[in-house]
């Protein structure tokens, strides 16, 4: 019996920080809640404002079909911010749109 006594007392810290690990999931559920608002939002909005440069066809056709490819509609909008937020390439989504997009 002392030895179960010796052995629990040996984990108490790994109790401890599955206690706190398990704590912290309704804290990491609304912050994940918060980004994909978030997301959504700046998605929207992204697709709304290109909306006239793609539809401009005095503008460069292979500008318009990238812009179109990446932020054409809500769901290819969601899926290009949700790469900029978590890959970290999102020079490479920003930049052509701060260069070549009026």
Known sequence: ALRI?????????LRVV???A??????LFWSLVAVFVLMVVFSTFLCQLLHDFVV??????????WVNHMYGSGD???FTVFE???SGCWP????RIIRDVS
Do not use: C, K, P, W
Not at 22 to 27: A, C, I, M
Not at 56 to 65: F, G, K, Q, S, Y
């Open 5 to 13: 006594v010796r052995f629990m007392t040996f984990f108490q810290g």
């Open 18 to 20: 599955i206690a706190t």
């Open 84 to 86: 900029m937020t978590f």
């Open 56 to 65: 401009d066809e005095t503008a460069d056709l292979a500008t318009r079909t």
């Open 92 to 95: 490479n989504y920003a930049r």
């Open 76 to 78: 290819r909008a969601l």
């Open 22 to 27: 398990y704590h912290s999931l309704d804290s």
